[in-house]
Nanobody, 118 residues
């Protein structure tokens, strides 16, 4: 079981930026994929961005061009750089570990709140 520790959430105005961090207890080389989901009140948890051990990246359409996922292998950490934030990005963001296709999610972080004001 991989332990995930998230940080970087907060309150920003529309158009602002945040960078989320997720530190894993296991080398990212031993993980098929790491990424981020988000859940707004009353909504299902949705996939936002992911990166595989091979470095392939994927994003939900609504964040393409605004969010960038990256990793620091030496620090066992994955980042989500969020630019041009919109109020609809407001949600709890969860770091996750899963299969390369995201068909199975094996570990979740505790979640970090991102609030974008208008």
């Amino acid at each position: 079981q991989v332990q995930l520790v998230e940080s970087g959430g907060g309150l920003v105005q529309a158009g602002g930026s945040l960078r989320l961090s997720c530190a894993a207890s296991l080398s990212v080389f031993s993980i098929n994929a790491m990424g981020w989901y988000r859940q707004a009140p009353g909504k299902r948890r949705e996939f936002v961005a992911g990166i595989t051990s091979a470095g392939y990246k994927n994003y939900v359409d609504s964040v393409k061009g605004r969010f960038t996922i990256s990793r620091d292998n030496a620090k066992n950490t994955v980042y989500l750089q969020m630019n041009s934030l919109k109020p609809e990005d407001t949600a709890v963001y969860y770091c996750a570990v899963g299969s390369a296709s995201w068909s199975v999610v094996s570990s979740w972080g505790q979640g970090t709140q991102v609030t974008v004001s208008s």
